[in-house]
């Protein structure tokens, strides 16, 4: 065998002994570890599923146009060619109010009962414009807002952008939540791990100091800790990408159904390829500067 | 090749583990340090392999003056070296053979050569047969002279050994301090503490007596 593999045969087998000669506070290390990457998985994915909602109602944005009722099909014509005129739109298109409450009454079917006790339908008619693709100015949209708020035959005008911009802004406020959360914890791992680390190195002071009499570097001393430190790390960084997998799938099945319409918005979009990898190089970090830390405070060569 | 010029050591105020010592043992010497048990030849072998840095006094080993060797190259000097600690300092957690292939480890010795050196160190003691059990299985004189094939192992120029027989009966430590002779002649410098009288009287070329940390007399 070359030296050079030898040595990582060496560095391998000195970690995985130690690791299981000291397993009780390695577990601990990597539950601390998985917690806190865990809550920092879960606030991305949150923050994903807010930002996959956002960029959903903006490839769709649409204005409402709400009519009053009763209206006979010439002001409705004229009320549809008014929107059609405007360079803003792309399609229109006409929703009964039956249709309405079709749709209302799919999405929450927890009100049937509600709407069954009424005696009338009480959703109006409406236009549904929608924009063309090329982000518009909104000012523009507000003033074709405004100028059609001035024909009697609608009631109300509703805009959705203003719900992707609202989407947008919880998404990058999930995000910074869990980034503040997370990195508290992480702290706490940091400092975990590099105490972990320090006992390990104090319960191998006889070994370290018997290689140093040998003639090792401080370098070959020093591997095995860092990779102990690291291993921790990769170990508590992916075990909370495997809970928080089973988070994903078990969510809509235990919570998601009580939480009704609100659950395509209080829901978890599993982390991307990169956001994974970034996460398990955040835990190999973590376990890397821990060790490094307790290694120059406390590693006497 | 091993030159000590006035080395003084103190660990505590008032008392001096080492007082004015200046020696010399040349090259492929066999060389024992006696005294009464305080007497600094403890202190005397770890400064020279630098695990005790001396107060005052300048060590020079084959021309280089160790002390001024910054720390992080302490290791090239401990290469050139075979140490017999007074309590082995053996990796319990370990088999023999790892204990003794340790200091072929850490200078990258290919795992062929490793077997092999690391067999013919524990033959040579007669442990060869205890290859594959771990030190708590062996005796405290077999962990002894486990300590003493960790020291041979890399065929050292110097081989420092802190009372290598005090736990062996008086027919094994002979045999022990022959091994040491045939290493010797092999062009070894072997430098060994003891105050096993019947011993130096028998082997002893140069011997070194050091009383209250002062050298009394060369013989």
């Known amino acids: 065998m070359r030296p050079i593999f030898q040595k990582i045969k060496y560095f391998l087998e000195e970690v995985l002994n130690n690791l299981w000669q000291f397993k009780t506070r390695n577990a601990f290390s990597v539950t601390i570890i998985c917690l806190s990457f865990l809550i920092v998985g879960i606030f991305l994915s949150l923050s994903n599923n807010l930002r996959f909602r956002a960029r959903e109602l903006s490839q769709n944005l649409s204005i409402v146009f709400f009519l009053h009722q009763d209206l006979n099909q010439e002001e409705l014509s004229l009320v549809e060619r008014q929107i059609k005129q405007s360079p803003l739109i792309a399609r229109i298109r006409y929703v009964s109010s039956e249709e309405a409450l079709e749709k209302f009454l799919k999405n929450f079917p927890e009100l049937r009962e509600i709407v069954d006790n009424l005696k009338s339908n009480p959703l109006p008619s409406s236009f549904e414009a929608t924009l063309k693709e090329e982000p518009a100015d909104t000012s523009r949209i507000l003033s074709f807002i405004a100028d059609m708020k001035k024909n009697a035959a609608i009631e109300d005008v509703q805009f959705n952008r203003e719900w992707a911009e609202k989407m947008q802004s919880l998404s990058r406020l999930a995000e910074a939540i869990g980034f503040f959360l997370g990195g508290i914890l992480i702290l706490a791992s940091f400092f975990i791990i590099s105490n972990v680390i320090k006992l390990n190195v104090f319960a191998r002071q006889s070994e370290v100091e018997i290689l140093r009499l040998v003639g090792s570097t401080n370098t070959f001393i020093r591997i095995p800790f860092l990779l102990e430190g690291t291993t921790l790390g990769i170990a508590g960084s992916l075990l909370s990408l495997l809970l928080l997998y089973l988070l994903n799938k078990l969510f809509p099945v235990y919570l998601g159904t009580s939480l009704g319409a609100l659950q395509e918005i209080i829901s978890f979009r599993y982390l991307s390829f990169y956001q994974a990898v970034y996460l398990i190089s955040g835990g190999a970090v973590v376990g890397l500067l821990g060790s490094l830390s307790s290694l120059s405070r406390f590693l006497r060569i | ?219």
């Open chain 2, 1 to 219: 090749m091993i030159e000590l010029y006035r080395v003084w050591k103190q660990y505590q105020k008032p008392y001096w583990a080492l007082s004015d010592i200046s020696l010399t043992v040349k090259k492929g010497e066999f060389c024992f340090i006696t005294g009464p048990s305080g007497s600094g030849k403890t202190t005397l072998l770890k400064t020279i392999f630098r695990e005790v840095f001396p107060t005052y006094g300048q060590i020079i080993i084959a021309g280089k003056n160790i002390l001024r060797i910054p720390n992080h190259k302490i290791y090239l000097l401990r290469r050139n070296m075979g140490i017999v600690f007074q309590d082995f300092r053996l990796l319990f957690h370990k088999r023999v053979f790892d204990n003794v292939a340790i200091t072929l480890q850490v200078l990258g010795t290919p795992l062929r050569e490793m077997k092999r050196k690391a067999f013919i160190a524990l033959r040579m003691v007669n442990l060869h047969h205890r290859i594959w059990d771990y030190p708590t299985h062996l005796s405290y004189g077999e962990q002894q002279r486990l300590a003493i094939a960790r020291a041979i192992v890399n065929n050292p120029r110097i081989l420092l050994a802190d009372e290598p027989t005090g736990n062996l009966d008086p027919e094994l430590a002979f045999e022990i301090i022959s091994l040491f002779k045939e290493i010797n002649k092999q062009g070894t410098t072997v430098i060994i503490c003891t105050h096993d009288k019947e011993l130096i009287r028998h082997f002893g070329d140069k011997i070194l007596f050091l009383h209250e940390g002062k050298l009394l007399r060369k013989e």
